[in-house]
């Protein structure tokens, strides 16, 4: 009984510790110019995408496509910060999140990537002078490099 208390307590601090080092981290509070509900549509496909403010040492994201009115994809999306640095997870469909560290980082632009993960390895958003936020994926696919890229506006705070 000793043993377990021992193990549940040592887990408890763990715990506690990644997140208070992820309160702490800078580059996640210089993210909010992502904050807000942003839509727009590209080749046919309707999408939107909402981010929280930084708070407590991470943005929630969540972003949705449509087609004819439905929903045709959707990804759970984190940023927070870590021992190991500021952390974008992408969780494509409810798949298990994959991570992408924080390698670049300007007053309205970010750049995250995972070199190991098959596509995408570089994910990158940016706010344009209109306004317009732009998101880019890229990676390995058939051989070469292939990009994505999304421009939305901004439809609510």
Not at 41 to 70: M, T, V, Y
Not at 85 to 100: D, N, V
Not at 125 to 137: K, S
Request: aromatic content about 10%.
């Amino acid at each position: 009984m000793k043993r377990i208390t021992t193990a549940l307590v040592c887990a408890l601090l763990s715990t506690f510790s990644a997140f208070a080092n992820a309160a702490d981290d800078p580059a996640v509070s210089r993210l909010s110019w992502l904050e807000g509900q942003w839509s727009g549509s590209k080749d046919g496909i309707e999408s939107e995408e909402r981010w929280s403010s930084p708070k407590g040492g991470a943005l929630l994201g969540i972003h949705r496509d449509f087609k004819d009115g439905r929903m045709v994809a959707f990804e759970f999306l984190r940023i927070a910060g870590s021992k190991e640095g500021s952390t974008f997870y992408g969780s494509p469909m409810s798949a298990p999140p994959t991570p992408f560290r924080m390698t670049e980082q300007g007053a309205q632009r970010v750049r995250f990537e995972n070199k190991a993960h098959d596509f995408p390895q570089v994910i990158e958003y940016w706010l344009d002078a209109a306004g317009l936020l732009h998101a880019r994926i890229e990676g390995p696919q058939n051989g070469k490099t292939v990009r994505e890229e999304w421009q939305w506006k901004k439809v609510a705070p």
